[in-house]
């Protein structure tokens, strides 16, 4: 004896209807988004098949998913790459800011990036040796004239 599998899609309701409940679109993707309309083929009455229609408008559905995720990787590049010529844009400058209760200063002589979860995350280096996050610069200038 089988048990059937059971699904979160059942004949009645279509993908469209599934992804707009509350929350349930935030963290699907073109994998899930399949794997919704494999089960609802599969799950589906043989007498009362989906109409083209239907099957068209799901697939419709599923390339502005593909293209949404595409727009969204592009932002992000061009994200980190704009964070990446501010950062660079530092290199010489003089900047200012409060890292543990303390005033610190200094001229930045390089940086550096972390990358947290496809973010990056700019590390100023300031006169060799003080390394601060650039979220923190409070104050930027030329470099103070020496006496």
Do not use: C, W
């Not at 083209?52 to 790459?81: G, K, P, V, W, Y």
């Not at 390089?110 to 990358?115: E, L, N, P, Q, Y």
Request: proline fraction near 5%.
């Amino acid at each position: 004896m089988t048990t059937p599998i059971t699904s979160n899609v059942n004949n009645q309701t279509d993908i469209s209807s599934a992804l707009s409940k509350p929350g349930a679109g935030a963290g699907m993707g073109k994998d899930d988004f399949l794997k919704l309309l494999l089960a609802q083929m599969r799950n589906q009455d043989p007498m009362k098949p989906m109409e083209d229609s239907q099957m068209m408008a799901q697939m419709a559905q599923f390339s502005a998913l593909e293209a949404t995720q595409h727009l969204s990787d592009i932002m992000d590049r061009a994200s980190n790459l704009q964070i990446q010529s501010q950062a660079a844009s530092l290199v010489g400058k003089y900047v200012e800011t409060i890292q543990d209760n303390q005033y610190v200063a200094g001229q930045v002589t390089s940086v550096g990036f972390d990358t947290v979860d496809g973010a990056l995350t700019p590390r100023l280096l300031l006169d060799g040796k003080t390394v601060i996050d650039l979220a923190d610069v409070r104050r930027v200038s030329t470099p103070p004239q020496s006496s």
